[in-house]
């Protein structure tokens, strides 16, 4: 089973809260792609740091699509859609959003996500390396330790066809440790050093 958990990243949650939404929340509509989200912890994550800063009206224009190899069928979509998880993958969620988003599920030990939350979040199984986006004009697109899994020259493609898909002025942020090459630096602009966060330029 993929390693995964809710508010994984937090300074990236911070920067996505406190230098993407204020753009985006400009738009009609608001649409993200989480490449390689395993099964769901960080779209759901993304999807609580959105509907808490765009507000119950606010948060209804918007769309987080989810994607994933799932290459050993290990089906999860059937687990994102059903939005119960088990208590050490939420435990390092901050309490108060966990008391407002998560009950206790039938299952001891087990939580479930609330529906207004499930609602903003599809599945789509779908494997980067095909260089196909599930749709385009992305306001931002999250690909975390996901790309460490493909060569340098796959890399520079799927970062290319993210760059193409996303709207002007559109986020893309991948994780810490990965570094944008060198050849495509000039297609983003860094906004901030402590998370590997461009916007397109
Ligand atoms: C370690 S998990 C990361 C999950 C989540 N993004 C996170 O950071 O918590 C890596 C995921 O990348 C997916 N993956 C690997 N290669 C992929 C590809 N070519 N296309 C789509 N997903 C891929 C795997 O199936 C796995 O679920």
């Not at 998880?85 to 969620?93: D, L, M, S």
């Not at 060569?151 to 290319?160: A, H, L, P, Q």
């Not at 050849?183 to 602009?189: A, E």
Request: charged share 25%; proline share 5%; aromatic share 12%.
């Amino acid at each position: 089973m993929a390693f995964t958990f809710f508010f994984r990243d937090l300074p990236a949650l911070h920067a996505i809260r406190d230098h993407v939404i204020p753009e985006l929340r400009r738009h009609r509509y608001i649409n993200v792609w989480d490449a390689g989200c395993a099964m769901g912890p960080e779209p759901y994550s993304l999807a609580i740091i959105f509907r808490e800063a765009l507000g119950c009206y606010g948060f209804k224009r918007m769309k987080i699509y989810a994607t994933d190899l799932d290459e050993e069928s290990h089906q999860f979509g059937k687990i994102i859609a059903e939005g119960i998880y088990p208590e050490e993958t939420v435990k390092r969620i901050p309490k108060d959003i966990f008391r407002k988003y998560f009950s206790p599920n039938n299952r001891p030990g087990y939580f479930k996500i609330a529906d207004e939350i499930m609602q903003c979040v599809s599945f789509q199984k779908h494997d980067l390396r095909t260089l196909k986006p599930v749709r385009d004009n992305f306001g931002l697109i999250v690909c975390k330790n996901v790309l460490l899994h493909l060569s340098e020259s796959e890399r520079v493609n799927v970062i290319k066809m993210f760059h193409k898909f996303l709207m002007p002025g559109g986020f893309f942020v991948t994780e810490q440790t990965q570094k944008m090459p060198n050849q495509i630096v000039h297609l983003f602009k860094q906004i901030t050093t402590n998370v590997q966060l461009f916007e397109k330029r």
